[in-house]
């Protein structure tokens, strides 16, 4: 892929150059210069594993990885609590075969929480934090409405005339502290312990989000950065800035690096300053040591906003030489505020409207029905694999039921496939056309046809009168071993991690 855009890069300095535009000509030789850096970083300096380098720093002290989800998927709208654990679960799993060590904190998609359900008295779904607590994590993060109360903050590009108003957010979302800790009100500047249990939420900070998330006042639309929608015909790079964010794209003026790096610079400064003055302004009104939570979707810098990582670089520069805050890891925090107060969250997100709309509306609701289809034929087929006297999970290498192990596996991938929660997110904002709804058919797809090819033997149904798997066709071998090329995550995923 690098090498393909230095490539590209290098053919357009070649066609700039012979249209006399010594301004686009310089573009695509620094877009050539960047390919090259990458490319020299990947293989020279990191061996071309990301992985190990994130490790690295990790083991270094220098920052904290956390665990994630299986495959993102937006955990307050599954109706089985297997699907859950089994989303949490793998996502440790790869956690520590990747990192050696057991997971501090998980980031919650979408910072989508659930909390616990009482039916008459009696808890009837366990909330988020136990399956955390169950798999040993200390600490998640949740948007700040879900502890401060007041509208969400929303995130980058986030707009949408159907969904609720700020005023129903605020409505919605006024009653949700449950009153001052020691006269201090809920505040995102402290962690909190969910009620009845040792995992933390640290909650992010509205004002240092909004900073960078607003469309209106966020850095990524200031006219002096790169524009990301308006694209060369021919090689596709981008040589305009954003100008105004309301100008046309025809309208958009000729990129310009030096003066990006510069404003760059300038809210880097500014974005230190504003940490610093909140952290101090809260230390010195309330006389306890605050915290500042900021997190972002990697996809902005870099991607949406390409000054996003010089930005981010000098800011951490910055702040490493401050003398009034420093960063530090979500860890750490926990470990010094080991009294903190616990706190009731509500089922929250830092979607539009700051609940489930941003992933289940009038437009994906079928997706959801198609997933707790899905949701109930896996715990059907763990629900089998269990049974005593189930001879096809495990069993021996022979031909059928070494196929059969093969199907549930790549059954189980397709289910958690489906559930990811970019299908009806992409589809909410129709940022991508028809893809996301192909994608989630196609997997759909699959499972109905794999769970089709399993469904005789769950039933007792599949077996000769030997009491032997019946063999499954050589067509559907071919097909099988097609999507396990395609589509294979989670290579020694086993059935068992489903069952409750």
Same mark, same amino acid.
């Given at each position: 892929?690098?090498?393909?855009?230095?490539?590209?890069?290098?053919?357009?300095?070649?066609?700039?150059?012979?249209?006399?535009?010594?301004?686009?000509?310089?573009?695509?030789?620094?877009?050539?210069?960047?390919?090259?850096?990458?490319?020299?970083?990947?293989?020279?300096?990191?061996?071309?594993?990301?992985?190990?380098?994130?490790?690295?720093?990790?083991?270094?002290?220098?920052?904290?990885?956390?665990?994630?989800?299986?495959?993102?998927?937006?955990?307050?709208?599954?109706?089985?609590?297997?699907?859950?654990?089994?989303?949490?679960?793998?996502?440790?799993?790869?956690?520590?075969?990747?990192?050696?060590?057991?997971?501090?904190?998980?980031?919650?998609?979408?910072?989508?929480?659930?909390?616990?359900?009482?039916?008459?008295?009696?808890?009837?779904?366990?909330?988020?934090?136990?399956?955390?607590?169950?798999?040993?994590?200390?600490?998640?993060?949740?948007?700040?409405?879900?502890?401060?109360?007041?509208?969400?903050?929303?995130?980058?590009?986030?707009?949408?005339?159907?969904?609720?108003?700020?005023?129903?957010?605020?409505?919605?979302?006024?009653?949700?502290?449950?009153?001052?800790?020691?006269?201090?009100?809920?505040?995102?500047?402290?962690?909190?312990?969910?009620?009845? %249990?040792? &995992?933390? *939420?640290?909650?992010?900070?509205?004002? =240092? #989000?909004?900073?960078?998330?607003?469309? +209106?006042?966020?850095? $990524?639309?200031?006219?002096?950065?790169?524009?990301?929608?308006?694209?060369?015909?021919?090689?596709?790079?981008?040589?305009?800035?954003?100008?105004?964010?309301?100008?046309?794209?025809?309208?958009?003026?000729?990129?310009?690096?030096?003066?990006?790096?510069?404003?760059?610079?300038?809210?880097?400064?500014?974005?230190?300053?504003?940490?610093?003055?909140?952290?101090?302004?809260?230390?010195?009104?309330?006389?306890?040591?605050?915290?500042?939570?900021?997190?972002?979707?990697?996809?902005?810098?870099?991607?949406?906003?390409?000054?996003?990582?010089?930005?981010?670089?000098?800011?951490?520069?910055?702040?490493?030489?401050? %003398?009034? &805050?420093? *960063?530090?890891?979500?860890?750490?925090? =926990? #470990?010094?505020?080991?009294?903190?107060? +616990?706190?009731?969250? $509500?089922?929250?997100?830092?979607?539009?409207?700051?609940?489930?709309?941003?992933?289940?509306?009038?437009?994906?609701?079928?997706?959801?029905?198609?997933?707790?289809?899905?949701?109930?034929?896996?715990?059907?087929?763990?629900?089998?694999?269990?049974?005593?006297?189930?001879?096809?999970?495990?069993?021996?290498?022979?031909?059928?039921?070494?196929?059969?192990?093969?199907?549930?596996?790549?059954?189980?991938?397709?289910?958690?496939?489906?559930?990811?929660?970019?299908?009806?997110?992409?589809?909410?904002?129709?940022?991508?056309?028809?893809?996301?709804?192909?994608?989630?058919?196609?997997?759909?797809?699959?499972?109905?046809?794999?769970?089709?090819?399993?469904?005789?033997?769950?039933?007792?149904?599949?077996?000769?009168?030997?009491? +032997?798997?019946?063999?499954?066709?050589?067509?559907?071998?071919?097909?099988?071993?097609?999507?396990?090329?395609?589509?294979?995550?989670?290579?020694?995923?086993?059935?068992?991690?489903?069952?409750?």
């Amino acid at each position: 892929y690098l090498r393909e855009k230095i490539s590209v890069a290098e053919s357009e300095v070649a066609r700039h150059g012979s249209n006399r535009d010594a301004i686009l000509a310089r573009l695509a030789e620094a877009y050539a210069g960047q390919y090259r850096r990458i490319l020299e970083s990947f293989d020279g300096k990191y061996k071309r594993d990301i992985v190990a380098a994130f490790k690295a720093c990790h083991d270094a002290g220098l920052i904290e990885m956390m665990a994630g989800v299986a495959t993102h998927a937006y955990l307050p709208l599954l109706t089985k609590d297997a699907s859950v654990n089994a989303q949490i679960k793998l996502g440790c799993e790869v956690y520590r075969a990747h990192f050696g060590r057991e997971p501090g904190g998980i980031w919650l998609p979408e910072c989508g929480y659930r909390p616990a359900r009482d039916s008459g008295g009696r808890r009837a779904r366990p909330g988020l934090e136990a399956f955390l607590e169950r798999h040993g994590v200390r600490y998640f993060f949740a948007d700040c409405h879900a502890v401060e109360g007041g509208a969400p903050a929303g995130y980058y590009g986030a707009s949408d005339r159907h969904a609720p108003s700020a005023h129903q957010a605020v409505n919605a979302y006024s009653g949700v502290s449950d009153g001052p800790v020691a006269g201090i009100p809920k505040t995102t500047f402290l962690p909190y312990r969910v009620k009845d %249990s040792p &995992v933390y *939420v640290l909650a992010r900070n509205k004002r =240092v #989000a909004l900073q960078v998330w607003s469309e +209106e006042w966020g850095y $990524p639309g200031d006219g002096d950065y790169r524009e990301f929608h308006k694209r060369d015909p021919i090689s596709g790079f981008c040589y305009w800035r954003v100008t105004h964010k309301l100008s046309g794209l025809e309208n958009k003026d000729i990129y310009n690096p030096g003066q990006a790096m510069n404003k760059a610079s300038l809210h880097a400064s500014h974005f230190v300053g504003l940490v610093e003055s909140l952290a101090t302004g809260f230390e010195r009104e309330s006389g306890k040591e605050g915290v500042i939570v900021a997190p972002y979707d990697a996809e902005l810098f870099g991607h949406w906003w390409f000054e996003g990582i010089a930005w981010l670089r000098m800011v951490l520069e910055r702040l490493s030489r401050s %003398s009034r &805050v420093r *960063v530090v890891t979500a860890s750490e925090v =926990v #470990a010094r505020h080991h009294d903190a107060p +616990e706190i009731l969250l $509500p089922e929250s997100s830092w979607g539009i409207g700051g609940r489930h709309y941003a992933w289940s509306n009038a437009g994906t609701w079928w997706m959801w029905e198609s997933i707790h289809d899905c949701e109930a034929r896996v715990q059907e087929v763990v629900g089998s694999l269990s049974k005593p006297g189930a001879t096809y999970w495990p069993g021996d290498a022979r031909y059928g039921r070494e196929i059969q192990h093969r199907i549930v596996r790549q059954l189980l991938r397709e289910a958690l496939l489906m559930q990811g929660s970019d299908w009806p997110f992409l589809v909410t904002t129709a940022q991508a056309g028809d893809y996301p709804v192909n994608r989630f058919r196609e997997h759909r797809a699959r499972f109905d046809r794999l769970f089709a090819a399993i469904e005789p033997v769950i039933r007792g149904r599949g077996l000769s009168s030997q009491g +032997e798997p019946i063999p499954i066709g050589a067509d559907f071998e071919g097909y099988l071993s097609d999507l396990e090329d395609r589509d294979s995550p989670f290579s020694e995923l086993s059935p068992h991690i489903w069952e409750a």
